[in-house]
């Protein structure tokens, strides 16, 4: 589950990327910061995802 999050995830980062750097040549400072603030954050959730690092769903496992 968390790799098709991880994998739905990324493609948002990348359309809010490709937004901000367009945001960066309309010299709108505080949207674009913004925008790549955000997409800095959802990138680095999708990789914590796919990797593996973290699983959302694992805390039903005891051993």
């Known amino acids: 589950m ?4 991880g ?3 990324a493609p948002i980062s ?3 990327m490709i937004m901000g750097t ?3 040549k309309k010299r709108d400072r505080l949207i674009d910061k913004g925008l790549l603030l955000v997409e800095v954050i959802i990138l680095f959730g999708s ?5 593996g690092f973290y ?3 694992a805390n039903h496992i005891r051993s």
Not at 2 to 5: M, P
């Open 55 to 57: 699983d959302p769903y």
């Open 2 to 5: 968390n790799i098709g999050l």
């Open 14 to 16: 990348l359309i809010l």
């Open 22 to 24: 367009i945001s960066l």
């Open 47 to 51: 990789f914590i995802l796919l990797a």
């Open 7 to 9: 994998l739905i995830l």
